[in-house]
């Protein structure tokens, strides 16, 4: 992860908190970007970012394409790797337990744990 925000308490949605966090200003203009169905508005929104989400069939509309929904296969396909490394990161427990310890520690604790799984998935041998 090269970028992490800090932890908000309670049940903040992606979106929410990409906006808040200015997170659009820290993304690189010309690689695209995958994001899940939750960042629905997003491209509306933030236009200069290349934010690539998937087809998502609303209520009393159509059913979707073969095409479109090869497109969502094929963006599945790229974010399986970010759902994997959340999967990396929770075997850390950091993510999965209840934070016992005192809550001013658990943004750094939770950066160590974001740093180990990057030097685990650098010097992996594939």
Do not use: W
């Not at 200015?22 to 899940?36: F, L, N, Q, S, W």
């Not at 999965?96 to 990057?118: E, G």
Request: proline share 5%; charged share 25%; glycine share 4%.
């Amino acid at each position: 992860m090269l970028l992490v925000s800090a932890s908000v308490p309670g049940r903040v949605h992606d979106y929410r908190l990409f906006q808040r966090e200015g997170t659009a200003e820290h993304v690189p203009r010309a690689a695209p970007h995958y994001v899940d169905l939750g960042y629905d508005g997003a491209p509306t929104d933030y236009p200069t970012c290349h934010l690539v989400v998937p087809v998502k069939r609303r209520r009393n509309h159509r059913l979707l394409t073969r095409a479109e929904r090869g497109f969502n296969r094929l963006q599945v396909r790229r974010r399986i790797v970010v759902e994997h490394v959340f999967c990396r990161m929770k075997h850390y427990q950091v993510l999965v337990q209840v934070y016992r310890h005192r809550i001013a520690d658990y943004n750094r604790r939770f950066r160590n744990v974001a740093a180990l799984v990057n030097f685990r998935l650098a010097t992996a041998v594939t």
